[in-house]
């Protein structure tokens, strides 16, 4: 039995105890809840994230492919001359939302794709080899950002799933044992003092009946002595 | 468009002597048949071969510089350079103009890589690195022109030239209006030049030019269609000129398959009629195809009149498709590109 420190035995603090057990059994419910609710959320962004990591690395091997393929036709004299011409640099916006008590981020990227006109270099002196590596590029780029949003979730829910764990179970094994055993301490302490206080009285009552005895006894000592004069 | 003067030449024209050397510089080209045997070799071997070839002062003078793939490309785009300037040197009169025309096509790609350049911010150094002075404008003068501060002080050093035309829509966000003025500008002063010329084979000269208009909008149709652009954007990119300019103008925006549909029946549509389906993933492949038709008219029209500037321009384009042909195996190579698809890529006689 584990008492918990310094907690004195008296009826104030029992009903405080009771009172802090519930608590302790409500939280300990919502964060076993909480847990497998996140449990539920992290598997789901578990297969999604592995879904987005291979539709990224198939993106890569495509873009590093495209790209290759651009440099041989066109060379890298060509493939750097018109990379100098890119119109409008891709802007990355972060903002966040919540899943179960759990802030994670929400990445969204502008200008990414565009359009073959759009991207800053003339199409009548560049080739088709360079807007399939641009493409190629800006679909890798767009998978990054899905990745890194997927991937950064999936990081916070674990390390929230790991603290809610350990919540979970000192309130399971530490916390709520202690109260119970606490609890349990009090009231044997109040029972005992209980039991206490009624031997004292029932002394305290004989004591008090004995003492009467023996008055009595006397007066009717008095009264006989009175008598015989 | 600017008028393009002419210059005058007395007739006849004496080509004997340009095709000459022609001849001559012709026998040091890479022969057919090493390509596919470069295409077993590995890249280092690729560059000890191409040291017992004329790209050896190339590769000895950038060796400092490069290595690898690096090396052999900057090499090689080096003498093309070298190369085109000697043709520029060893003609005269109409040979020397319609050269020089020619070759204005690398003058254009100079000053877009100028222009990119400064659009991004890179160094002077870094921008030389990327320059091809195979034109008229020579390595001094493109130099101090990456040396400017800024895109508008390179427009303003091009004042009073004739490019300045195109220049002059520069609109301070994008560089691809003007890059496509640029090229229009080239297109329609060749065009011009070559028509300007009563020589024999003039006229089959301007069937090329004509032929490579076409070919170059055929291109801009596939990517441009491909990707859902609407016609009058698409319009704005084709250049005028061209045998088929009316015809493919009006392609323009139409759905791809109905694109593909309405080429069937011209020339071109034999090279291609494999590959060009509706679901095609990669233009490259097709682009590719109508290079080298487009490189293999251009072999068959040099043979058809030995004194005319014809065998010039098939040594030209020969040059420019060997320089190209080396980067796309070397390039490939290192890569690890499929060995189909270097060999897809590579035009061969």
């Given amino acids: 039995m584990v008492v918990i420190r310094g907690t004195k035995p008296t009826r104030a603090v029992l009903i405080a105890l009771r009172r802090r057990i519930k ?5 300990h419910e919502l964060l076993k809840m909480k847990r497998d609710g996140l449990m539920v959320e992290f598997f789901e962004v ?12 198939d993106a890569l091997i495509k873009a590093e492919q495209r790209l290759n393929i651009a440099k041989a036709t066109e060379g890298t004299v060509t493939i750097n001359s018109v990379a100098y ?28 794709q565009k359009k073959i006109f759009e991207r800053g270099y003339g199409i009548i002196g560049t080739s088709s080899a360079i807007d399939e590596a641009a493409d190629a590029y800006e679909t890798l780029v767009d998978k990054v950002v899905i990745a890194a949003e997927v991937e950064t979730v999936l990081i916070r829910l674990v390390k929230d799933i790991e603290s809610t764990k350990r919540r979970v179970n000192a309130l399971e094994f530490k916390v709520i044992p202690d109260i119970r055993d606490t609890i349990r301490f009090i009231s044997f302490a109040l029972e005992e003092m209980d ?16 003492r009467a005895r023996a008055e009595e006894a006397k007066r009717a000592a008095e009264a006989v002595a009175a008598g015989v004069a | 468009m600017p008028v393009l003067r002419l210059p005058k030449f007395g007739k006849p024209v004496k080509y004997a002597y340009i095709t000459g050397r022609v001849r001559a510089m012709k026998t040091k080209l890479i022969p057919g048949e090493m390509y596919q045997r470069m295409m077993a070799m590995d890249v280092s071997e690729i560059a000890r071969y191409l040291e017992e070839t004329q790209y050896k002062d190339e590769i000895d003078t950038l060796s400092k510089d490069y290595s690898g793939t690096e090396l052999i490309e900057h090499a090689t785009f080096a003498n093309l350079a070298k190369i085109y300037g000697k043709l520029l040197a060893v003609s005269i009169d109409e040979p020397s103009f319609l050269i020089l025309e020619y070759l204005r096509r690398w003058d254009i790609w100079n000053i877009k ?26 390595m001094e003068y493109l130099s101090e022109l990456a040396k400017k501060e800024s895109i508008q002080e390179v427009i303003s050093a ?5 490019l300045a035309p195109a220049l002059a829509n520069y609109d301070g966000k994008s560089l691809a209006p003007i890059e496509n003025a640029l090229d229009k500008l080239y297109y329609f002063r060749m065009e011009r030049a070559v028509g300007g010329t009563l020589s024999v084979g003039g006229g089959l000269l301007l069937k090329y030019v004509r032929k490579e208009i076409d070919i170059k909008n055929l291109i801009t149709l596939f990517r441009m269609n491909k990707a859902g652009v609407e016609a009058s954007i698409i319009q704005e990119n084709l250049i005028p000129g061209g045998k088929l300019y009316e015809d493919l103008n009006r392609l323009a925006g139409q759905p791809f398959g109905e694109f593909l549909r309405s080429l069937e029946g011209y020339p071109f549509w034999s090279s291609i009629s494999d590959i060009a389906t509706p679901d095609i993933e990669a233009i490259s492949r097709v682009e590719a195809r109508l290079k080298a038709y487009l490189i293999r008219y251009a072999w068959a029209l040099s043979n058809y009149h030995p004194l005319s500037i014809l065998p ?25 590109l499929p060995a189909e698809l270097i060999e897809e890529q590579v035009v061969v006689a």
């Fill in chain 1, 46 to 57: 578990l297969n999604k994230a592995r879904t987005v990591r291979k539709e990224l690395v």
């Fill in chain 2, 158 to 162: 091009l004042e009073g030239s004739d």
């Fill in chain 1, 85 to 112: 011409a890119l119109q409008k640099e891709p802007a990355i916006e972060l903002s966040s939302r919540n899943i179960m008590g759990v802030v994670v981020p929400k990445i969204t990227a502008d200008s990414v």
């Fill in chain 2, 312 to 336: 010039v321009l098939g040594y030209m384009v020969s040059k420019e498709t060997e320089v190209s042909n080396i980067r796309k195996i070397v390039r490939g190579k290192e890569a690890g």
């Fill in chain 1, 195 to 210: 039991r206490d206080s009624i031997v004292r009285l029932k002394k305290l009552k004989g004591k008090a009946q004995k």
């Fill in chain 2, 113 to 138: 890589t100028i222009l990119r350049g400064k659009f991004y911010g890179a160094d002077e150094t870094e921008i030389a690195k990327y320059l091809v002075p195979a034109g008229e404008l020579n």
């Fill in chain 1, 23 to 27: 608590v302790a059994q409500t939280g």
